[in-house]
């Protein structure tokens, strides 16, 4: 089975300054996948980055960024610039996916971070 | 990315009765869904993998009887709450399986009084 965790239950920054949330994860898999996911007030579920784990290159999207270190099973997000609307939950997430299909994702507890004016 | 949306986005029932959520692929042929359940403050937790055509993969700890699911064709699965109590009150959120990815429906809050 695999695990998620997140150690920053909450966060907080001032706008335009940058911040890193932590993550790491347990498994057995070779081939899985990790994603943060954004979850603002709406509670609408946002992707707001993937990370392949066979890929040894870092993903990035636009101001936000991940820092993954396989063997030390580690997958941080940095986001630059922070801005009010980044204000949100965070949760960081594992996948698996075999040949038959994806299974369900595996999230972390979340951390709140709350981007101050 | 896919357009999933959900029915209803709340819904309050009373103790004892059942209670229907829908989810729906708008633009995208869903193989598999997923659905989720989500405590106030806490973290989303697989409930199921539901599964075109065929039953419905439950995680361990969820009852399946209590829980019905049902995918019947590549644009919809419904999640059925058997005998609501106020336990189950919470956030049932639904995802449909893209390339690598999942896409997720906005939720719907269950309250049972």
């Known amino acids: 089975a695999q695990t998620v965790t997140q150690s920053q239950p909450e966060m907080s920054v001032q706008e335009a300054e940058t911040v890193t949330l932590s993550c790491t994860y347990d498994?057995?898999?070779?081939?899985?996948?990790l994603f943060w996911y954004k979850q603002p007030p709406s509670r609408q579920m946002i992707l707001v980055i993937r990370?392949?784990?066979?890929?040894?290159q870092n993903a990035t999207e636009n101001r936000f960024s991940v820092n993954f270190q396989k063997a030390a099973k580690s997958f941080s997000l940095k986001i630059s610039d922070s801005q009010l609307g980044d204000t949100a939950m965070y949760f960081c997430?594992?996948?698996?996916?075999?040949?038959?299909?994806?299974?369900?994702?595996?999230f972390g507890k979340g951390t709140h971070l709350i981007i101050q004016p | 990315g896919a357009v999933v949306s959900q029915h209803p986005s709340r819904v309050i029932c009373k103790s004892g009765t059942s209670v229907k959520i829908e989810c729906r692929s708008l633009d995208f042929q869903a193989t598999t869904m997923f659905w989720y359940r989500q405590f106030p403050k806490k973290s989303l937790m697989l409930m199921a993998t539901?599964?075109?055509?065929?039953?419905?993969?439950?995680e361990q700890g969820v009852e399946k009887d209590k829980f019905l699911i049902n995918h019947a064709s590549l644009t919809l699965s419904t999640l059925t709450v058997t005998s609501a109590h106020p336990e189950d009150s919470s956030f049932y959120i639904c995802?449909?399986?893209?390339?690598?990815?999942?896409?997720f429906g906005p939720g719907t809050r269950l309250t049972v009084t």
């Open positions: 990370q392949e784990a066979y890929k040894q």
């Open positions: 995802s449909v399986e893209g390339l690598y990815e999942q896409y």
């Open positions: 498994t057995s898999e070779s081939n899985y996948y």
């Open positions: 997430a594992f996948m698996t996916h075999s040949g038959g299909g994806a299974d369900g994702l595996t």
């Open positions: 539901s599964n075109e055509g065929s039953k419905a993969t439950y």
